[in-house]
């Protein structure tokens, strides 16, 4: 199994930029699909992004896309999530997520993944 922690969250003010970070196991990290899911306060979670096992694969959710990226180092091994021009309805607790696939997952429940860790809160406002 693939032990995630998420770090690298905190207080941001609309328009500003955080960088989220998630460190994994090593072993057979290179092998699992990576995700991003968040969870706003009373809402059901939503699907952020997700990178292919490589890194030469990446897909964003609409609300995100050319705002937020996705990217891994194998080697380290660490995931991360770049997160710029950041709104308000950003805020929530943030996933990061593992799963062996077939191909790059979109889904926000986070029982579809194999491993998930605990959280960490991003909260954007004035």
């Known amino acids: 199994q693939v032990q995630l922690v998420e770090s690298g969250g905190g207080l941001v003010q609309p328009g500003g930029s955080l960088r989220l970070s998630c460190a994994a196991s090593?072993?057979?990290?290179?092998?699992?699909?990576m995700s991003w899911v968040r969870q706003a306060p009373g809402k059901g979670p939503e699907w952020v992004s997700s990178i292919n096992p490589d890194g030469g694969t990446t897909r964003y959710a609409d609300s995100v896309k050319g705002r937020f990226t996705i990217s891994r180092d194998n080697a380290k091994p660490m995931l991360y999530l770049q997160m710029n021009s950041l709104k308000p309805e950003d805020t929530a607790l943030y996933y990061c997520?593992?799963?062996?696939?077939?191909?790059?997952?979109?889904?926000?429940?986070?029982?579809?993944?194999?491993?998930w860790g605990q959280g960490t809160q991003v909260t954007v406002s004035s």
């Open positions: 090593r072993f057979t990290f290179s092998t699992y699909y």
């Open positions: 997520a593992s799963v062996r696939a077939l191909k790059i997952p979109t889904s926000s429940n986070l029982y579809e993944y194999d491993s």
